[in-house]
């Protein structure tokens, strides 16, 4: 059966530290892989989404960046945070052509 | 104005009551997904949806594309059906789920 696995669940970092978060799928080969954020109060945003390794599309402009080193990983990272970084992120995959309809269990991001 | 809305932000109700939750959208679409995400924060998809009605338990979920609307309703509700409902519309193009800002629902014993 297909998994995803994406940690760590709670995060508290200081402004300006780096991030790197970590999402991994089983089960399943060549998958769409996407980030989602969703700040306080609003829906859940598209941040990134990647077709294959090292394919990666941006919606928004922001201080963040992603990258798939390999087919089932995929990396959120920051090299400096700011507060309005702060936000739950969401990893998702879907089959090649499909929607996303599985979920990892979110990372809740503070920033001090 | 949002491109998805749902109403209404936050429901409580005692056990056993009907629960309704509703969705517009102003843009076209290819399918909706109904989703529920625990205090924990994990989302899991409850269904998805192009046309008519789907049955899950005592979960319904309806879909008018004419009228850009969808109605999640819950039969005999319990407190563990306590969570956020979000509605997500996708749009064929760009990989894009458009994300409503979810129903709060609290069910009282």
């Known amino acids: 059966s297909q998994t995803i696995h994406q940690w760590p669940a709670t995060l508290v970092q200081p402004v300006g530290s780096p991030l790197s978060l970590e999402c991994t799928v089983e089960g399943t080969s060549n998958p769409n892989l996407y980030w989602y954020r969703q700040a306080a109060g609003r829906g859940l945003q598209l941040l990134f989404y990647s077709v294959g390794i090292g394919q990666i599309s941006s919606e928004v402009p922001q201080n963040l960046s992603a990258s798939r080193p390999q087919d089932r990983q995929f990396i959120l990272s920051s090299k400096k945070l700011l507060l309005s970084d702060s936000g739950f992120y969401l990893c998702?995959?879907?089959?090649?052509?499909?929607?996303?309809?599985?979920f990892g269990d979110g990372t809740r991001l503070s920033i001090l | 104005k949002n491109e998805v809305e749902q109403s209404p932000q936050n429901l409580t109700a005692q056990e056993g009551e009907f629960i309704t939750i509703n969705c517009s959208y102003s843009v076209g679409i290819s399918a909706l997904h109904w989703l529920q995400q625990h205090p924990g924060g994990g989302i899991v998809s409850l269904f998805m949806l192009s046309s008519g009605k789907k049955k899950h338990g005592r979960l319904i979920a309806t879909i008018n594309i004419q009228e850009k609307h969808s109605s999640l309703h819950i039969t005999a509700s319990h407190p563990r059906d306590s969570a956020v409902y979000i509605c997500a519309v996708w749009v064929d193009s760009n990989y894009q789920l458009i994300w409503g800002a979810g129903t709060k629902l609290i069910i009282k014993p």
């Open positions: 998702a995959w879907s089959v090649r052509g499909g929607q996303p309809q599985h």
